[in-house]
C-alpha cells in the first residue's frame, strides 16, 4: 500500500460506544495530524505529532483521544461523543510540513 | 481573525472553459507557502499547486495555475480547459514559515464548490 490509509472508511456510533479511528502512512514522514471537517466549515487541526510526539493540541474535547505509538501509526480513540462531533475525520502527514498528503477520511456519524 | 478567505462557496463552469477560483490570505509573516487541494465526494484531499512566497514566478501544474498576487495577498487558482472530472470541493490552505514553523500545519478556507456542466 502507498500513500495515508485510513480505517474504517465509515462509522455509525452511539454516544455510549467506545470506537477507535486508524492512520497509517507508508511515506517515511516524521509528523502526522489529525483534521476534523465538519459541514459549512474549514478544516480543523485537531492534534499534531512529529516524532511519535504530540506538538500541538487545538482545545480539543478530552473525548478525543489520540495515540501515536510510531512515525507510521496513528489512532483517534473516541468515547462519549455527541451528535455535534459527526463529520468527516481526515488524518494527514508530512516530512517536517512538506509534501502534506492526506487520507480519504472516516465518516463519522454519532447517533 | 480568519486566515484564508474563499469568498465563492459555489462555481459553474461550461466544460472546457477556464474558470477563476479565489482565495485571499492573512498572514504577518515574510515566508508561507499557499496550496490547493481539491476534494471529490470520495473525502480524499488531493494536492493541485504550491506557492511559495519567495517564488518569482506563478506556480503551474498541468491545467493548473496559481495567479499569486503578493501585495494583493491573493492566491487565485485557475483551472484551464475544465473538465467533468473537475466537479469538486476546492480549498486554499496557507502554511506559516517556510520551513513549516509548528510542524508544517496548515490552515485552511471554507472551500469553494466547483461544478463542471456539459
Known amino acids: 500500500e502507498t500513500g495515508v490509509t485510513q480505517t474504517p472508511r465509515h462509522l455509525v456510533m452511539g454516544m455510549t460506544n467506545k470506537k477507535s479511528l486508524k492512520c497509517e502512512q507508508h511515506?517515511?514522514?516524521?509528523?502526522m495530524y489529525w483534521y476534523k471537517q465538519s459541514a459549512k466549515k474549514p478544516l480543523e487541526l485537531m492534534f499534531v505529532?512529529?516524532?511519535?510526539?504530540?506538538?500541538e493540541n487545538n482545545s480539543v474535547p478530552s473525548r478525543f483521544s489520540p495515540e501515536c505509538p510510531n512515525s507510521s501509526h496513528l489512532f483517534l480513540h473516541l468515547h462519549t461523543l455527541q451528535p455535534e462531533d459527526s463529520a468527516l475525520y481526515l488524518c494527514?502527514?508530512?516530512?517536517?510540513?512538506?509534501?502534506?498528503?492526506f487520507g480519504s477520511g472516516t465518516r463519522l456519524t454519532v447517533v | 481573525a480568519q486566515k484564508i478567505t474563499q469568498t465563492q462557496p459555489g462555481m459553474f463552469v461550461q466544460e472546457k472553459e477556464a474558470v477563476t477560483l479565489d482565495c485571499t490570505y492573512d498572514t504577518s509573516d515574510q515566508s508561507y507557502g499557499l496550496f490547493w487541494y481539491k476534494q471529490p465526494s470520495s473525502g480524499e484531499m488531493i494536492f493541485l499547486i504550491y506557492?511559495?512566497?519567495?517564488?518569482?514566478q506563478n506556480a503551474t501544474e498541468g491545467r493548473y495555475s496559481l495567479n499569486f498576487q503578493k501585495a494583493r495577498k491573493s492566491a487565485n487558482l485557475v483551472i484551464s480547459a475544465s473538465q467533468l472530472g473537475d466537479s469538486a470541493m476546492y480549498f486554499c490552505a496557507m502554511r506559516e514559515g517556510y520551513y513549516g514553523g509548528s510542524q508544517g500545519n496548515l490552515i485552511f478556507g471554507k472551500g469553494t464548490k466547483l461544478s463542471v456542466k456539459p
Open positions: 511515506l517515511g514522514h516524521n509528523a
Open positions: 494527514a502527514s508530512s516530512q517536517d510540513g512538506w509534501g502534506y498528503t
Open positions: 505529532y512529529s516524532l511519535e510526539e504530540r506538538v
Open positions: 506557492q511559495g512566497s519567495y517564488d518569482e
